[in-house]
């Protein structure tokens, strides 16, 4: 504790605490980003400084709910080295590089959070923040260079973006996501939800300076957006059935969005209909379901930037890692009709309608739900970066990559 003290290497403020303790504050905080919508599934990461030479983060590919102390595992600092049988995250190189330079930093966590991912698709951080802004970040947020998840290139860049602003509790990982830390847990998620609003404001502000436009938020941004391009956001009535699910007997049953106890459920043999309710979409997941054994769930967005963006009728390339993971090598538009959905969807878990929606596919409902989560941001920073001028997406081998070690290893264990 002297020899702490007058190094000064880690001060008086900096907690260590049992080890039991921080795996329980890990899990807690793994909720949270769940709760919280900072992350989807399994993706993001959360660790916490035990002593001097480790800290606890959470395991690879394993959801949160669930997790017991247990699958919470120890890793050395400068080493990245761990006993046992349970594999930490893949991105321990870059919480060990948060602890390595911010002797004060008790606690790491690594997000994919929507609006600081529009920033990640550009070629810059943040280069000033509000007021309060500085007060919780710092004067600006870095944007660590690109590397593919869990490299030695990704953990460089952001040590390297760390390096570049010792001030800043924040980095943005080039189109992957923010890294964000604190001296406890709740420094480190006030950091995150700050980051957040940040982010949008930086958006709305480059979008007012382009089209001399002041705009309340991102959801109005899309849809003024799309006005300035001469398209039409068209909608359907949300009381509308056009979520599904394939039952055990392999029918298909529809419900509106937040609405699953009215239903209308589809024989797809007989085409016998029970129940009332109208189904815009119905022809498409049908088709859709008789095509891919795989697919059991389909969610039908209509946020704004889905809407916005399948009014352009284009393919948005990746932009996000999870966007090539989970969605697929691209998000192609569709017209609207089954065989068009049906192929365009071919090796893709998400299709966009034009002047529609977007088919948001899973093996489950909660797949299903991940994925339009991803979609809907997928489109938001396909906007947003926009206005920063022309964003290059992920290199087309890279997103394959990242596509089939997400089908062959990651989607199985976020079962």
Same mark, same amino acid.
């Given at each position: 504790s002297d020899l702490r003290h007058n190094l000064n290497l880690f001060p008086e403020r900096t907690v260590f605490m049992d080890i039991l303790q921080a795996k329980k504050e890990v899990i807690a905080a793994g909720l949270r980003l769940v709760e919280t919508g900072l992350i989807a599934r399994t993706w993001g990461n959360v660790s916490c400084r035990v002593d001097e030479n480790s800290f606890v983060i959470t395991p690879s590919g394993k959801p949160y709910d669930g997790l017991t102390p247990d699958d919470i595992v120890e890793v050395k600092i400068d080493t990245l080295s761990y006993e046992?049988?349970?594999?930490?995250?893949?991105?321990?190189?870059?919480?060990?590089?948060?602890?390595?330079?911010?002797?004060?930093?008790?606690?790491?966590?690594?997000?994919?959070?929507?609006?600081?991912?529009?920033?990640?698709?550009?070629?810059?951080?943040?280069?000033?923040?509000?007021?309060?802004? &500085?007060?919780?970040?710092?004067?600006?947020?870095?944007?660590?260079?690109?590397?593919?998840?869990?490299?030695?290139?990704?953990?460089?860049?952001?040590?390297?973006?760390?390096?570049?602003?010792?001030?800043?509790?924040?980095?943005?990982?080039?189109?992957?996501?923010?890294?964000?830390?604190?001296?406890?847990?709740?420094?480190?998620?006030?950091?995150?939800?700050?980051?957040? &609003?940040?982010?949008?404001?930086?958006?709305?502000?480059?979008?007012? &300076?382009?089209?001399?436009?002041?705009?309340?938020?991102?959801?109005?941004?899309?849809?003024?957006?799309?006005?300035?391009?001469?398209?039409?956001?068209?909608?359907?009535?949300?009381?509308?059935?056009?979520?599904?699910?394939?039952?055990?007997?392999?029918?298909?049953?529809?419900?509106?969005?937040?609405?699953?106890?009215?239903?209308v459920t589809v024989d797809p043999v007989t085409s016998a209909v029970s129940g009332e309710g109208e189904i815009p979409t119905a022809d498409l997941h049908c088709a859709i379901y008789a095509s891919r054994e795989d697919i059991n769930a389909i969610l039908y967005s209509q946020a704004p930037e889905v809407l916005a963006v399948a009014a352009m009728g284009k393919t948005v390339r990746p932009q996000l890692d999870d966007s090539a993971q989970i969605i697929g090598t691209s998000l192609k538009c569709a017209k609207n009709s089954p065989k068009k959905v049906v192929r365009a969807l071919k090796g893709r878990h998400c299709v966009l309608v034009k002047d529609g929606g977007a088919l948001c596919c899973g093996s489950n409902e909660s797949n299903a739900g991940a994925v339009e989560m991803i979609a809907e941001k997928s489109c938001l920073t396909y906007i947003g970066s926009g206005l920063f001028g022309k964003c290059k997406p992920i290199n087309p081998i890279e997103c394959l990559l990242m596509r089939v070690i997400y089908l062959k290893k990651y989607s199985k264990q976020a079962e």
């Open positions: 046992g049988s349970v594999k930490p995250s893949s991105e321990k190189g870059v919480h060990a590089e948060v602890y390595k330079a911010h002797p004060d930093a008790g606690f790491v966590i690594h997000t994919h959070q929507k609006f600081a991912s529009i920033i990640s698709a550009t070629t810059q951080g943040i280069p000033s923040l509000t007021e309060k802004g &500085r007060k919780v970040i710092g004067d600006r947020v870095m944007l660590g260079s690109y590397g593919l998840p869990g490299t030695k290139k990704l953990k460089k860049g952001v040590a390297a973006a760390v390096a570049a602003d010792m001030d800043s509790k924040a980095v943005i990982m080039a189109h992957h996501g923010a890294v964000c830390y604190g001296k406890d847990s709740e420094e480190a998620f006030n950091v995150a939800a700050t980051l957040e &609003r940040e982010s949008a404001l930086y958006v709305l502000d480059l979008f007012d &300076r382009k089209f001399g436009e002041k705009i309340a938020d991102l959801s109005e941004m899309c849809v003024s957006w799309a006005q300035k391009h001469g398209k039409t956001i068209v909608k359907h009535d949300e009381t509308c059935y056009n979520n599904s699910y394939r039952d055990a007997s392999g029918k298909i049953v529809f419900y509106a969005p937040g609405d699953k106890e009215h239903t």
